[in-house]
């Protein structure tokens, strides 16, 4: 098993193995659009539920319950508050959480004894807290203003490092991809959006940026003085860095992506912890949509922006005119100029003449 995944990481270095990743950018262009769209309608529809650190409000901890019912919680704030908007959530497997709108010091003094009583605890089992409202909006503005900031800065790092803003601009375009789907998943989902969530939102920007940055890099690399070559466009050598890339991305996502599972599913819903489930959920979508983004949405995304320069046209022409005087002389079909190389061909390999069945 070892032997013939080292087998074909070495079959996609060498071009000897090619998926035509580049050359079917409007099937990934599609897939992205529509995974976008989607995830744009569930903001308009079922919208994100922001946490009370962002809408401001009142918490209740209930320490060791008696019963665990949500129901009861639920029930004991309207029955003080009518307007309190409650909503429960285990938190530990061994509490219960209570937030609510913004309340007065004596409704609040009077739902903590309330919440004792209906949940058979002491008055002591029972903490509140209060988050005013100036100091979500405080959360929700910094919380933006470091994305924005960030978003620029690695922009002209980008800009800068590659020598080309369209890698820099395909490789934003992935990041909104990613983000986009990530909140449209909190929405479908309906959990709450909490500091953690924007932490985590944070995360899978760098993550992600980090992978296509690496595959940008090989696509520098193979690209460098394509111009000077007649044997291959720059989407075949751009593909060829994809694939090059191709094992260390999948290697890459699957050892990052198995511990943050884990993190979800046994620590989120066993454990039920409620920051840990914010900031794997924002994790676990983020850097599953994020390898799919740096693999095949930000290098056919880049490829496309260059294509269109003219350099790149007449490049691509001279490559077509060479491959047609070699296939008149050799009479060998000749491989379509924006698609991948001929399936066994290694890169630059030199096509074989057919030969001729004696008859």
Do not use: C
């Not at 993190?263 to 409620?274: D, E, M, P, Q």
Request: aromatic share 8%; charged share 15%.
């Amino acid at each position: 098993m070892a032997s013939s995944l080292a087998t074909w990481g070495n079959d996609l270095y060498t071009g000897k193995k090619s998926y035509n990743i580049v050359g079917r950018s409007r099937t990934w262009f599609l897939v992205a659009a529509i995974a976008v769209g989607l995830s744009i309608l569930l903001l308009f529809t079922k919208q994100l539920q922001p946490g009370i650190e962002f809408r401001g409000g009142a918490e209740f901890v209930v320490a060791n319950p008696t019963t665990m019912s949500q129901q009861v919680g639920v029930d004991t704030v309207l029955a003080a508050a009518p307007e309190a908007q409650p909503r429960v959530s285990v938190v530990g497997g061994t509490s219960l959480r209570i937030q609510t709108g913004e309340l007065t010091e004596e409704t609040v003094d009077q739902l903590k004894a309330d919440l004792a009583e209906a949940y058979g605890v002491d008055p002591g089992a029972v903490t509140s807290s209060f988050v005013g409202p100036s100091w979500g909006k405080d959360v929700t503005t910094k919380a933006l203003r470091g994305m924005g900031i960030f978003i620029v800065l690695v922009s002209l790092v980008m800009t800068a490092y590659f020598r080309n803003w369209r890698m820099a601009a395909a490789g934003i375009i992935a990041l909104f991809h990613d983000l986009a789907v990530t909140v449209g998943v909190y929405a479908l989902i309906g959990w709450e959006v909490t500091p953690a969530t924007a932490i985590g939102l944070l995360t899978i920007l760098g993550y992600s940026l980090y992978d296509t940055v690496v595959v940008f890099d090989k696509v520098r690399e193979n690209t460098a003085g394509f111009l000077d070559q007649r044997r291959n466009t720059y989407a075949e050598l751009a593909n060829l860095a994809v694939n090059q890339t191709l094992v260390r991305s999948i290697n890459t996502s699957v050892v990052a992506i198995l511990p943050v599972a884990s993190i979800l599913f046994f620590g989120a819903f066993i454990l039920g912890a409620g920051t840990l489930r914010d900031i794997a959920l924002a994790l676990f979508v983020g850097m599953s949509v994020g390898a799919y983004s740096s693999i095949f949405l930000a290098t056919p995304l880049e490829v496309w922006l260059r294509s269109r320069e003219r350099p790149v046209v007449e490049h691509n022409k001279k490559v077509a005119k060479a491959r047609a005087a070699t296939a008149a002389k050799t009479g060998v079909e000749a491989p379509a100029v924006a698609g991948a190389l001929k399936p066994g061909m290694h890169l630059g390999q030199k096509a074989q003449p057919k030969r001729r069945k004696n008859r």
